[in-house]
């Protein structure tokens, strides 16, 4: 199983970013997808959920209303579009997959900065 994000980057606060999670070697459309980040000094937290039937979704409080999950399960891909950056959401994000287990991507940064 490998997990893939790309995405991150520098960006100023108020901006968006969209980070992609690529999946491979399991039956994507039966997981669940997490985005999870870890701030400096901070403890890894869950961001968003999707379901692997229906979609639906769930946000950490301080991203409600900016963040968006989504999936492509024709692409293996889980998607998390970042808008209105604060500086508070720098960290490295994570992609996870629970189902069978529970898989986790390398990370990728994101740094909110002017």
């Known amino acids: 199983v490998q997990l893939v994000e790309s995405g991150g980057g520098l960006v100023q606060p108020g901006g968006s970013l969209r980070l992609s999670c690529a999946a491979s070697?399991?039956?994507?459309?039966?997981?669940?997808m997490n985005w999870y980040r870890q701030g400096p000094g901070k403890e890894r937290e869950l961001v968003a959920v999707?379901?692997?039937?229906?979609?639906?979704?769930d946000y950490a409080d301080s991203v409600k209303g900016r963040f968006f999950i989504s999936r492509d399960n024709d692409k293996n891909t889980v998607y998390l579009q970042m808008n209105s950056l604060k500086p508070e959401d720098t960290g490295v994000y994570y992609c996870?997959?629970?189902?069978?287990?529970?898989?986790w991507g390398q990370g990728t940064q994101v740094t909110v900065s002017s």
């Open positions: 999707i379901t692997s039937v229906g979609g639906s979704t």
């Open positions: 070697g399991l039956r994507f459309n039966r997981y669940v």
């Open positions: 996870n997959a629970r189902y069978v287990g529970s898989y």
